[in-house]
């Protein structure tokens, strides 16, 4: 039964990707693994290390520090020093990072909507949703990093 679940959410996320590929006006210049970096951060409300925005993105650290430098130098992430390790440096959203955000994030949200609408009804939605997040929950308390417990993040 769970591997039966799995593969149906599985393919649910995968053809709810294909549709959100199949319109390039949605993105504009932003590839989409772009466009979820700068979701990432904006929806953190600030700067993150690589190692939290690594956490929030479907990308391999060294991928992802690629990415975060093309997008530096795009002038839509800046890096910034950390206020609590003067070693570290925080990546946060410049203001055309954020406005890029919003543009895309609009126009991704009419398309989101008009996908999961589809299909299902607003409680059905309300009850995926609630399924997804018991389910991340149960990943988050069973994934603690190495070296650290919980209290120290």
Not at 19 to 31: C, K, M, N, T
Not at 40 to 52: F, I, N, V
Not at 113 to 135: P, V
Request: glycine share 10%.
């Amino acid at each position: 039964m769970a591997n039966d679940a799995c593969e149906a959410l599985l393919g649910a996320h995968a053809a709810l990707m294909r549709e959100f590929e199949s319109d390039a006006q949605v993105w504009g210049d932003l590839g989409e693994r772009e466009y979820d970096v700068l979701y990432t951060l904006a929806r953190a409300g600030g700067a993150l290390s690589l190692r939290e925005l690594n956490r929030g993105v479907l990308l391999s650290q060294p991928a992802l520090s690629r990415m975060v430098g093309r997008l530096v130098s795009r002038g839509l992430l800046e890096r910034r020093p950390d206020p609590a390790d003067a070693r570290a440096v925080q990546i946060g959203l410049t203001e055309d990072g954020r406005r890029r955000q919003r543009e895309v994030g609009l126009r991704h949200g009419v398309q989101v909507t008009r996908a999961m609408q589809s299909g299902l009804s607003d409680a059905e939605l309300a009850e995926l949703r609630r399924l997804c997040i018991k389910l991340a929950h149960g990943m988050d308390r069973r994934q603690k990093p190495l070296g650290r417990s919980v209290s120290d993040e």
